[in-house]
């Protein structure tokens, strides 16, 4: 199957699909690595690097599918765009997408959380939260359904919960 978490930047979702592909043993495939790869080898941060990640991220998870393995792909997936290019790559695969996606409804933790982190992703910046709430703005409503987890309650109960959801997907 294939997993998309969605969701603001710092909400919470990169550790929820870091438990879940230990508990799946399956590939997290994460844009932002992907992205600061780009910059890392000479792409100017001009370029469109953010959409580039995207399709790099696609074709990754396209030759995990391929091997009929589960993978998760940990984006903001903001757009209807990014989200129709997960189900698109599900269907051409014949697997279920399971979109999940994470909020923090604490506004003041998901700063703290923002703020405060360090992922140690050489060459990205982590991005202000006057950036996260550009984004919360622009973040498209959902067309289809999904799991939504919230990020004040535990990681362990989290995936509890995204379990229970994926075991009929599977």
Known sequence: ?????????GAGKSSVAESLGRELAA???????IEAAMWRAGVAR??????????????????????????????VNAVEEAREQWRSLAVRHGVPVVFIEVVCSDP???????EGRSRGIEGFHEPTWEAVE???????PW????????????????VARALELLAPAS
């Open 46 to 75: 001009g370029q469109p690097t953010g959409l580039a990640a995207y399709a790099v991220a696609e074709a990754v998870a396209d030759g995990v599918l391929a091997l009929g393995q589960t993978v998760i792909i940990d984006a």
């Open 27 to 33: 590939p997290v495939v994460s844009v932002d690595p």
């Open 134 to 140: 550009r984004r919360r703005e622009e973040f498209a």
């Open 108 to 114: 003041a933790v998901h700063r703290g959380r923002l």
């Open 143 to 158: 067309a289809g359904d999904r799991l939504v987890l919230d990020s004040v309650i535990d990681v362990p109960s989290n």
């Open 1 to 9: 199957m294939l997993i998309a978490m969605a969701g603001l930047p």
